[in-house]
């Protein structure tokens, strides 16, 4: 366990300037408890804005997202249940209809919101699912398991996005699928997220948004992250749900990146000092 927990701890220092989240300086990671048909399901939203509440509508498959916004440009990520709502996704906000990226897989439909406007804004998510897949749960009475979804943490990627200038970059995307599909996967990639999500959600939206007022200032992130992303690569040699190969493979990614940003550099430097 403690070699675990030091493995992870230095991945933390290896992902950070890879993976966006949000800081309470400019947005919030909020949890809601939706109790219906005798079960629990958790709803959660990683956001620059605040989620004061979310109503929900059985008869209606509908959730409503009453969103409170200091910031013109407004992102955020949702994360739904399937065992609540599953099926086809309608959005429609404030009374418009709208249109955000839905990615999803058995557990979970995992929601990406960008929008503009400050001030009070309201999102409603109708369904065509309720309840659909409880019935294939182990054990009915038990409640849905919430540490699941605590292993779920949206995490948005808000440096990659300001960096490369768009949610459906190559390298956003790149990073959404290896933390879903491989890090997500195993017990020690979801200790991984969680863990970073609160280290790393006190400063980067500040890198962020500093990107998007200093054109120079982004590409000096561009120019440092790109060789760590691609890095990351290496991950898709992951076997899924291998606890052994995520720590062996962040291991040797830790090397790795240790050598092209710290070894490397210092010795450029002690040999120049040298001449």
Do not use: W
């Not at 249940?81 to 906000?93: K, Q, V």
């Not at 956003?172 to 890090?183: A, H, P, Y």
């Amino acid at each position: 366990m403690k070699l675990d927990f030091l493995l992870l701890s230095l991945l933390v220092l290896v992902f950070t300037p890879a993976f966006g989240a949000i800081s309470d300086a400019t947005g919030l990671v909020n949890r809601f408890d939706i109790e219906t048909g005798g079960h629990v399901f958790e709803i959660t939203t990683t956001s620059n804005f605040d989620v004061s509440e979310i109503d929900f509508d059985k008869d209606q498959k509908k959730l409503t997202l009453h969103i409170v916004s200091s910031l013109e440009n407004n992102l955020g990520e949702l994360i739904i249940p399937r065992d609540l709502l599953s099926g086809n996704f309608t959005f429609f906000l404030n009374g418009q209809e709208y249109f955000p990226v839905v990615k999803s897989n058995d557990k979970i439909a995992f929601i990406t919101m960008n929008f503009t406007g400050s001030g009070n804004n309201k999102v409603d998510v109708f369904a065509t699912n309720y309840l659909e897949n409880l019935d294939e749960m182990e054990n009915s009475d038990v409640e849905i398991e919430s540490d699941t979804q605590e292993q779920m943490p949206g995490g948005g990627c808000l440096i990659a996005t300001a960096t490369y200038g768009s949610e459906l970059a190559p390298q956003v995307q790149q990073l959404r699928e290896l933390r879903d599909t491989k890090l997500l996967q195993t017990e020690s990639g979801s200790a991984f997220m969680n863990s970073f999500n609160h280290f790393y959600y006190s400063f980067s939206p500040v890198i962020a948004d500093y990107e998007r007022e200093n054109p120079i200032f982004k590409e000096l992130v561009k120019l440092s992250i790109t060789p760590l992303i691609s890095s990351l690569s290496i991950l898709n040699y992951v076997e899924a749900d291998s606890d052994v190969e995520v720590i062996g493979y962040g291991t040797g990614i830790i090397l790795l990146n240790l050598g092209m940003y710290f070894a490397v550099p210092a010795l450029i430097v002690m040999r120049l000092a040298k001449v």
